[in-house]
């Protein structure tokens, strides 16, 4: 099935969306594509669900559904007795149609992205909760509130009679309220975060990043006044033991692009960043190129990067990542 009709988008320009059936890995779809093969809806035939990459074409790709599902569906010819035809075959060559309709957000003109084998569409509709609310060290926030000290360990606290175990999320808290900030300038660029993504009871990605330059998971570290040397796999603050920043970040950037590609048939890459506040400018090994290392400010430099992701694949992205059910383990 297959059909075409002319949408507004709202504020821009007339556009032809066109519709095509789309059916593999146990899928049966209808995909509205713009002239250039970017995906600006889906509609799911089995369970009827709509799911809008492009709010903008959210009108127009009703219409054009609406009138790709009036088109009967052709009925194969009645039996006859004379022998078949030999099979013709399929011409190959430039501007031969392709066997099947391209995949959601294609990222290039007459690119066919399929989906990877466990593929899932986005959730439709805003979650509840939705972490696009969340405020930068939520999570650092809710331990203090729920396992704050009592008056008499505050009293023994100040007087230097017991340690305080929660300084250190006092100081993970502001840290992490520092890069929100800087990682809200951004958002004048195009660029769209999340903060304070619950991984497991006792972990949580510090800010997800995603913009035309990409998508990157930024872990932060707070260490006042210290000196940091960042390796390859191990960072030393005032020339401490070793701790594993670098590869943790690494880790942390894996586990969220294979959570984010099952909803996602289009390439993307996920960039690990490490952000140091309040220390000293961060030593970095040259062999070290796979996590870029950071001073808050330097969070700017991101700002100009574009050509990786289109709007709609941003908007496809950031409704996938602010769903909670997107994280839980499967």
Same mark, same amino acid.
């Given at each position: 099935?297959?059909?075409?009709?002319?949408?507004?988008?709202?504020?821009?320009?007339?556009?032809?969306?066109?519709?095509?059936?789309?059916?593999?890995?146990?899928?049966?779809?209808?995909?509205?594509?713009?002239?250039?093969?970017?995906?600006?809806?889906?509609?799911?035939?089995?369970?009827?669900?709509?799911?809008?990459?492009?709010?903008?074409?959210?009108?127009?790709?009703?219409?054009?559904?609406?009138?790709?599902?009036?088109?009967?569906?052709?009925?194969?010819?009645?039996?006859?007795?004379?022998?078949?035809?030999?099979?013709?075959?399929?011409?190959?060559?430039?501007?031969?149609?392709?066997?099947?309709?391209?995949?959601?957000?294609?990222?290039? +003109? #007459?690119?066919? $992205?399929?989906?990877?084998? !466990?593929? =899932?569409?986005?959730?439709? *509709?805003? @979650?509840? /909760?939705?972490?696009?609310?969340?405020?930068?060290?939520?999570?650092?926030?809710?331990?203090?509130?729920?396992?704050?000290?009592?008056?008499?360990?505050?009293?023994?606290?100040?007087?230097?009679?017991?340690?305080?175990?929660?300084?250190?999320?006092?100081?993970?808290?502001?840290?992490?309220?520092?890069?929100?900030?800087?990682?809200?300038?951004?958002?004048?660029?195009?660029?769209?975060?999340?903060?304070?993504?619950?991984?497991?009871?006792?972990?949580?990605?510090?800010?997800?990043?995603?913009?035309?330059?990409?998508?990157?998971?930024?872990?932060?570290?707070?260490? +006042? #006044?210290?000196? $940091?040397?960042?390796?390859? !796999?191990? =960072?030393?603050?005032?020339? *401490?033991? @070793?701790? /594993?920043?670098?590869?943790?970040?690494?880790?942390?950037?894996?586990?969220?692009?294979?959570?984010?590609?099952?909803?996602?048939?289009?390439?993307?890459?996920?960039?690990?960043?490490?952000?140091?506040?309040?220390?000293?400018?961060?030593?970095?090994?040259?062999?070290?190129?796979?996590?870029?290392?950071?001073?808050?400010?330097?969070?700017?430099?991101?700002?100009?990067?574009?050509?990786?992701?289109?709007?709609?694949?941003?908007?496809?992205?950031?409704?996938?990542?602010?769903?909670?059910?997107?994280?839980?383990?499967?």
């Amino acid at each position: 099935m297959a059909g075409t009709a002319h949408g507004t988008a709202e504020g821009g320009p007339v556009a032809e969306l066109r519709v095509s059936a789309w059916k593999r890995f146990g899928h049966d779809r209808l995909y509205v594509n713009l002239p250039d093969g970017t995906s600006v809806a889906w509609l799911d035939r089995r369970t009827g669900s709509l799911t809008v990459t492009d709010p903008r074409y959210h009108q127009a790709a009703l219409a054009a559904l609406r009138t790709a599902r009036a088109v009967p569906r052709p009925t194969a010819p009645p039996p006859r007795a004379r022998p078949k035809a030999p099979p013709r075959r399929t011409p190959t060559g430039p501007g031969t149609p392709s066997a099947s309709p391209p995949g959601p957000l294609s990222p290039a +003109p #007459g690119r066919a $992205v399929p989906p990877p084998p !466990d593929f =899932a569409p986005a959730p439709v *509709g805003v @979650p509840a /909760p939705d972490l696009a609310d969340n405020l930068p060290g939520a999570t650092l926030r809710a331990r203090l509130e729920l396992t704050g000290p009592s008056r008499l360990e505050r009293l023994l606290i100040l007087l230097r009679l017991r340690p305080d175990r929660m300084a250190s999320w006092r100081t993970g808290l502001k840290g992490e309220q520092v890069v929100g900030a800087e990682l809200g300038r951004l958002a004048r660029h195009g660029w769209r975060v999340i903060h304070s993504i619950e991984l497991s009871p006792h972990n949580d990605m510090d800010h997800l990043l995603i913009g035309p330059g990409g998508v990157f998971t930024i872990n932060t570290k707070r260490h +006042p #006044g210290k000196t $940091v040397w960042v390796g390859d !796999d191990m =960072a030393r603050i005032n020339h *401490g033991p @070793p701790r /594993p920043h670098p590869r943790n970040s690494r880790a942390e950037a894996e586990r969220a692009h294979r959570t984010l590609r099952r909803h996602c048939a289009f390439p993307f890459e996920v960039h690990p960043v490490l952000v140091y506040v309040d220390t000293e400018p961060p030593r970095v090994a040259p062999t070290q190129r796979t996590v870029r290392v950071y001073q808050p400010r330097q969070l700017a430099s991101l700002a100009p990067l574009t050509g990786t992701l289109t709007p709609a694949q941003i908007t496809h992205l950031h409704t996938v990542a602010r769903h909670p059910s997107t994280w839980q383990p499967r």
